[in-house]
Structures are given as C-alpha cells and as structure tokens.
C-alpha cells in the first residue's frame, strides 16, 4: 500500500488549505484513516481520523475549523483546513490502518504546511 498526499503549502493566518491523500494497493475495507502532523521540535500528534463507516475523531485544537472525510471508491482521505493559525505550521502525514487479516499501519509522506501572521 502507498499513501500520496498533497496539498500543503504556504497560507496566511486566517486562510484555508486543503490536503488529500490517496491510497493505492490493497485496503480492507475495515480501516481508519487519518492525519498526524508533526511541528519541528514536537511529537507527531493525531489530527483527525475518520472510520470506513465516516465516523470522525479530532484532536481538541482544530475541532471546528479542520474537517476529515474520505471517498471510499477512490480510497482518498481529505482534510479540509479553515481558520489557520501559525500554529498549525507543521508537516503533515496521512495514515491507514488496517484491519483486515491482521492489522497493518501505512504512512505517508509528509506535506508541509506553512501559516504566516
């Protein structure tokens, strides 16, 4: 499986991104996918996740201004980025798991989101 994102960039404060992923090779259909972002200096932090049935989890800092979603017959997640802070400056990665015939993780490679004031 190979995860390919895109979308990061430079945006000022208070401007919106969208970044997507698309997966290739063999998903079960039982799996998560989410975003983790990493910010020089800091632990990879979860961003947000989405089940294959659409349910939704996001870290407390972006509730409200990020939205995760996916198209499962393109086997693409998307996250939707409004409202951005400096803050959010960081390298984004996206992330499957999988739970078909035993579990498997697959990362991807980052994209770097840049918010300046």
């Known amino acids: 499986v190979q995860l390919q994102a895109s979308g990061g960039g430079l945006v000022q404060a208070g401007g919106s991104l969208r970044l997507s992923c698309a997966a290739s090779?063999?998903?079960?259909?039982?799996?998560?996918m989410g975003w983790y972002r990493q910010a020089p200096g800091q632990q990879r932090e979860l961003v947000a996740s989405?089940?294959?049935?659409?349910?939704?989890n996001y870290a407390d800092s972006v509730k409200g201004r990020f939205t995760i979603s996916r198209d499962n017959a393109k086997n693409t997640v998307y996250l939707q980025m409004n409202s951005l802070k400096t803050e959010d400056t960081a390298a984004y990665y996206c992330?499957?798991?999988?739970?078909?015939?035993?579990?498997?993780?697959?990362w991807g490679q980052g994209t770097l989101v840049t918010v300046s004031s």
């Open positions: 090779g063999i998903i079960f259909r039982s799996n998560v």
């Open positions: 992330n499957v798991k999988s739970y078909g015939l035993g579990y498997a993780e697959y």
């Open positions: 989405i089940t294959s049935s659409g349910s939704t």
